[in-house]
């Protein structure tokens, strides 16, 4: 991993000098745009509307347009500003974790300690461990004010930054305002398709099948080009079960019933597993 950037975390007195780096990446694979009839590549170009010449990247300053007038600002212009400057990720204050919503996350960084000595990263760990507390930071990356909660993963501090309170839309609607009966059997019934459902979450035993019938598709289509019969290659998707419409009360039996079957067969395979890891 490269570093993105480097500053030091700040609370009270106390500097803890870090290395900020992308916690995450995209695993999509990389289309690009071409032209249906003869398969050219379709290029964007930043064009200037003035006088027609197509401008490179690093001559290309940013403006604000007010509806009357124009204000150019450069990249010297942006960098002078005092919090553009700043290498500092200031310690707000040190709240409850539970009390950050998850729809304010945004993206995530790992902290690598930046100094001879990690004491100083490690006493911050171990302290947001032992007190269940998230910091909220606030720093500047990339031309951003960003809003940003501190926490620990496994040994790592990292930071997640935060959407500002008027970037998270208000849920309303008039739908919802409607009085509605629920049955006691009802939610029983749905306490028990939730119960057929229950599981500890592992990453591990999900995949992302849209990428990897993409792949498939990228492979098959190297192989054998235009004659490929994607019916062949993919097996037919057959059609949804339905056409009748099923009560509440009904949909909740049946997939509380077929939830249970399903887990009922994939059982005798698990204990397999693990009886041939045993005899091992």
Not at 205 to 233: C, H, P, S, V, W
Request: hydrophobic share 35%.
């Amino acid at each position: 991993m490269r570093a993105i950037w480097k500053g030091a975390v700040a609370f009270g007195l106390v500097n803890v000098p870090v290395k900020v780096y992308s916690a995450t990446e995209d695993h999509d694979i990389s289309l690009h745009q071409v032209h249906d009839k003869d398969g050219g590549r379709i290029r964007y170009q930043r064009r200037c509307e003035i006088c027609g010449e197509i401008v490179e990247y690093k001559n290309i300053d940013k403006a604000y347009d007010d509806g009357e007038r124009t204000v150019v600002l450069t990249s010297e212009d942006l960098a002078s500003l005092p919090v553009e400057k700043s290498r500092e990720i200031e310690v707000v204050e040190f709240v409850p974790s539970d009390q950050i919503d998850p729809i304010m996350f945004d993206r995530a960084y790992y902290l690598e300690p930046d100094s001879k000595s990690t004491k100083a990263y490690v006493l911050l760990r171990r302290t947001l461990e032992e007190t269940d507390r998230t910091a909220i930071v606030q720093f500047s990356l990339r031309q951003k004010s960003r809003l940003a909660a501190l926490r620990v993963r496994g040994d790592v501090l990292m930071i997640q930054t935060l959407l500002w309170q008027d970037e998270v839309r208000e849920a309303t609607f008039p739908s919802l305002d409607e009085k509605v009966r629920i049955s006691a059997k009802e939610k029983e019934m749905s306490a028990a398709l939730v119960e057929s459902f229950s599981s500890d979450f592992d990453p591990e035993n999900f995949k992302d099948d849209y990428q990897e019938q993409l792949r498939t598709l990228i492979e098959a289509k190297l192989e054998k080009g235009e004659a490929l019969d994607t019916e062949e290659t993919f097996g037919e998707t057959g059609e949804e079960e339905g056409g009748n419409v099923l009560d509440l009360m009904e949909a909740l039996r049946r997939s509380v019933e077929k939830n249970r079957e399903k887990k009922g067969a994939a059982a005798p395979k698990k204990a397999s597993k693990a009886t041939s890891k045993k005899g091992a």
